[in-house]
């Protein structure tokens, strides 16, 4: 089984910072895109940011220049540094990742959320 676990979320003001954090463990071979999602009160999940395993990044329009996406590939982690934060990045952040376990085919895996609360 694998298991997705995010750290990192909380309370910050403003033009504030967060650090987002997803370890993947349990038994897996490889993994391919990893990714965030968001999904705010009312509203859809949304993609926020993707990674390749050869690092391609690619990132919604509304978070292009103050979110960058990042992943270490020997400690199967990703993470998405949130600088500049605004109001409406205000969300439970979710991590996805496309995993190839240590036998089987490549399934889609889900963390359980953080929250992000950007409020002054």
């Known amino acids: 089984q694998v298991q997705l676990v995010e750290s990192g979320g909380g309370l910050v003001q403003p033009g504030g910072s967060l650090r987002l954090s997803c370890a993947a463990s349990?038994?897996?071979?490889?993994?391919?895109?990893m990714g965030w999602y968001r999904q705010a009160p009312g509203k859809q999940r949304e993609l926020v940011a993707l990674?390749?395993?050869?690092?391609?990044?690619n990132y919604a329009d509304s978070v292009k220049g103050r979110f960058t996406i990042s992943r270490d590939n020997a400690k199967n982690t990703v993470y998405l540094q949130m600088n500049s934060l605004k109001p409406e990045d205000t969300a439970v952040y979710y991590c996805?990742?496309?995993?190839?376990?240590?036998?089987?085919?490549?399934?889609?895996?889900w963390g359980q959320g953080t929250q992000v609360t950007v409020s002054s």
């Open positions: 990674i390749t395993s050869g690092g391609s990044t």
């Open positions: 996805n990742a496309e995993v190839w376990p240590s036998s089987g085919y490549r399934s889609d895996y």
């Open positions: 349990g038994s897996i071979f490889s993994i391919d895109t």
